[in-house]
């Protein structure tokens, strides 16, 4: 069922920072920042020759990723994001054998203009899954 890995996602305190140090100190290519207010962040993506690292920050008022960062202040490993083929197909056959998507079930639409749903950390060993249709 899971295809590529699409990307590793790092929720960080200040964009800009992580930006300059992903691009200035560690020499990668980092796109311009993409404000998701659907999702309540604020993304920009270090594109890599395998994969992309997704750098996030919160954007708006109950943002999900601002727990994490108050346990987590200085930035840490959110999620990864597996492709799968059909979205929908890859849900209700998790759903089937018990694991938990994260919200009201449905697809939304991620950062790639593509459907994306979230798995529950504690179904998958303490790491939030992403799955993304490719
Ligand atoms: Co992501």
Redesign the pocket.
């Known amino acids: 069922m899971l295809g590529r890995v699409n990307?590793i996602?790092i929720a960080v305190p200040d964009l800009a920072a992580a930006t300059a140090a992903y691009r200035d100190t560690l020499g990668a290519a980092v796109s311009q920042p993409q404000p998701l207010p659907e999702h309540g962040v604020t993304v920009v993506f270090v594109e890599l020759p395998n994969t992309k690292v997704?750098l996030l920050e919160p954007l708006g008022q109950d943002s999900p990723i601002a727990v994490f960062l108050e346990k987590n202040p200085s930035g840490g490993m959110h999620?990864i994001?597996y492709e799968v083929d059909d979205i929908l197909v890859a849900r209700d056959r998790l759903v089937a054998t018990g694991a938990r998507v994260l919200g009201d079930g449905q697809p939304k639409t991620?950062?790639h203009g593509k459907p994306?749903l979230f798995l529950h950390p504690k179904d998958f060993f303490g790491t939030l899954i992403?799955l993304e249709q490719a």
């Open positions: 990307h996602a997704e999620h994001c991620g950062a994306v992403e």
